[in-house]
């Protein structure tokens, strides 16, 4: 997901959801300076939760 810019990170989460027939996404931990807690990302959440899609986070090593 293209988190950097959450409304491009929103709609490749609809086409993964309602093109791809994709059950969720994976994410990483943090993007950029940004944590997951960054208020920029809130929409991106919001419409996940609205498309009853599932968000794995890889942590990475």
Partial sequence: M???AP???IRELERCID?????GVQIGSHCG???LDAPELFPFFEA????GAAILVYRGT
């Fill in 2 to 4: 293209p988190l950097q």
């Fill in 7 to 9: 409304e491009l990170a």
């Fill in 19 to 23: 093109e791809l027939g994709l059950q």
């Fill in 33 to 35: 300076d940004w944590n």
């Fill in 48 to 51: 996940a939760a609205d498309l």
